[in-house]
């Protein structure tokens, strides 16, 4: 257990310390590219911001798990999910479309764990929801990224199936942290949100692997808070007759934005993704 725990400790300062200059160079490039999330209309930002962050994401993910021993599968699989919600980025692709291409690279990462046609097609489909479960959240500062770092912490530090994929995607959301604490300089953009959910999947499936019934209750504790927000959408769009996959400042955080002030709901949302973690860490074990 010692050994396991130097390793991640090692593991999650390397992903961060080579994140900060990746998410620098993102920021650098996405001022000079013109790759930038204007203000208007749902976005309650007041000026443009580069939402490149999900490259130094991608760039810190792939050469570090290639490093530590993370399977080629899953780099493979990342890359592709973060391609979809670049071109998503550039070209606005609609929710159809972006489940569509979602599909493939989500039942390549769950491969991993199953051979069996059927599961992948049943798994791949929960994925699909998670997926979009936790991009969602990407809708205030620091929230999303905040979510992923501590409901992976514990995970992070204790060793187990989950605790490679955990460690390494805790230090880039650190790092990304560092960028996108209020007032934000860099947002995640879709391929980063759509990235980081993809990460979580994998943690998800090496968690649940182990096919115990207190490893699925573990991988459902991670989950919780996007989970919970996405059912609070799904279930106003329905009580008000409006179509379940369309936008709006109605989530669950947009809600407590609006009574408690941003850093409160920020702040909230990390302690809740806290406890979650460390329930799914005390489960796994």
């Known amino acids: 257990m010692r050994a396991a725990r130097a390793a991640v400790d090692v593991e999650v300062v390397v992903a961060f310390l080579l994140a900060l200059p990746c998410m620098a160079l993102a920021l650098r490039l996405g001022r000079g590219m013109g790759l930038v999330d204007r203000p208007g209309g749902i976005k309650i930002h007041r000026t443009p911001i580069p939402f490149t962050g999900g490259a130094g994401i991608l760039v810190t993910l792939v050469a570090v798990g290639a490093y530590f021993g993370v399977s080629a599968t899953v780099l493979a699989a990342a890359i592709a999910v973060w391609a979809v919600g670049f071109l998503d980025d550039i070209r606005h692709l609609s929710p159809a479309q972006k489940i569509i291409f979602e599909f493939v690279p989500l039942a390549v990462a769950t491969s991993t764990v199953s051979s069996s046609f059927i599961t992948i097609l049943l798994l791949t489909t929960v994925a699909v929801v998670l997926l979009n479960a936790y991009a969602v959240l990407d809708g205030l500062d620091a929230l999303a990224a905040g979510v992923m770092m501590f409901s992976l912490l514990p995970l ?3 060793s187990g ?10 230090g880039c959301s650190a790092a990304f942290l560092v960028f996108n604490m209020p007032p934000a300089r860099l947002f995640l953009g879709n391929h980063g949100s759509l990235l980081l959910g993809l990460l979580m999947w994998v943690v998800v499936l090496r ?6 019934l207190t490893m699925y209750l573990a991988a459902a504790s991670i989950c919780s808070v996007p989970l919970v927000n996405v059912a609070f959408v799904v279930a106003r769009r329905i009580g008000e007759k409006r179509p379940v996959l369309g936008g709006d400042r109605a989530h669950l955080y947009d809600v407590l934005h609006r009574r408690l002030g941003l850093w409160s709901t920020v702040i909230l949302s990390w302690t809740l993704s806290a406890v979650a973690g460390v329930i799914a860490t005390e ?3």
Not at 207 to 212: H, N, Q, R, T, V
């Open 161 to 170: 199936p989950a605790h490679l994929v955990a460690a390494i995607t805790v």
């Open 283 to 285: 489960l796994a074990r």
């Open 156 to 158: 992070a530090f204790v």
């Open 207 to 212: 968690l649940s692997g182990e096919g115990a």
